[in-house]
């Protein structure tokens, strides 16, 4: 039976430009298959795919949801055709369903011991308003958190809330806008918000998204800057990891963050020996991923590292691509292997 490497994606995209370039390098022949109408391009024979997310071209946050649903609905269908013909993934597309859940993601990963950032709940219900949140921070005795959307990617309706239950005082920090047809829109800008009105409207329509909240450590800085980590981990073991440093409490890249290679950091081989084994902990939670991008904060002061949240297609680091393109060149090797095996 012929095999085929498939790369289930999107063409001129950044993934797929440098995955194709180092399929080239290495001689390994990858079709790539559009998510447009891609169930009639999948070829015959066996099948290597990897997944990469669609795109959508929607950046209203009231959206999100049936965008999330539509794309969950095609991984679920992947997953079923895989019981029925012969399809090897390099990520599982129930473990990407999985690890898309950020609530279960985090629970799944407490239950196994390991250190993460603390949810915020209420009993049997998500917190869905602002009312609900106060109390819950109140009742827990955390005055920040960071509020995201269960099923969310790259900071889309995430916010900053911080709340003072002395003074009533609000500080919100969040890339979500409101448009002037009354809409909700994710920006590439990060605003900033102190008037308790204007917060709790935002934070209203935020919470009606169906979100996790989570306790706001404090980080380490650099250099006057908190940071977090992102490691890639591929076989499990930390492949790529950088430091994202940013002015502000959101660290993701696209948002004119910065980033820096780990070794600028200077912590200890003790302090790199916990990350690395938290990771290697975490991806072994989920035994049909192959890869992960897994994002983790030191806290201020012990350095103590914490898993933020895990996701099955963060392979995608510029300062790598732009570079030595390690990331997608371990994963052609991983295909590679995979096509000569008898």
Known sequence: MRRHVVLLGNPGTKRTIYLE?????????????????????????????????????????????????????????????????????FNHPREILALLDKQGCKERLRQAGLL??????????????????????EQQHVHQVFIKPVYGSGAAGVAAFRFQPRTGRMALYTCAAETEDGGLANTRNLSHYSDPCQIRRLLNRLLALNCIVERWYAKAKFHGMPYDLRVVIQEGEPDYSLAR????????????????????????????????????????????????????????????????????????????????????????KIMKRWLKEE
């Not at 998500?126 to 819950?136: E, G, K, M, R, Y």
């Not at 890869?291 to 806290?299: F, M, Q, R, S, Y």
Request: proline share 6%; glycine share 6%.
């Open 21 to 89: 370039q180092a399929a080239e390098a290495s001689r390994l022949p990858v079709l790539l298959v559009e998510w447009k109408d891609w169930q009639e391009h999948l070829p015959e024979g066996e099948l290597y795919i990897k997944i990469d997310p669609p795109l959508w071209d929607s950046c209203t946050l009231g959206e999100l949801t049936g965008l999330v649903r539509d794309y969950r609905q095609a991984l679920e269908t992947l997953a079923y055709m895989a019981e029925k013909r012969p399809i090897t993934f």
């Open 245 to 332: 440093l940013s002015h502000g409490p959101i660290t993701n890249l696209h948002l004119n963050n910065h980033p820096l290679d780990l070794a600028a950091l200077g912590l200890s081989e003790h302090t790199l020996s916990q990350v690395h084994s938290l990771c290697r902990a975490a991806i072994n939670c989920y035994p049909t991923l192959t890869g992960a991008g897994i994002d983790i904060l030191l806290e201020k002061g012990s350095l103590r590292p914490r898993i933020i949240e895990m996701n099955a297609q963060g392979d995608l680091i510029y300062q790598d691509i732009y570079h030595e393109n390690h990331i997608y060149s371990h994963q052609t």
């Open 116 to 137: 993460v950032t603390d949810v915020l709940t209420l009993p049997d219900h998500f917190i869905s308003n602002t009312d609900q949140l106060v109390a819950a921070m």
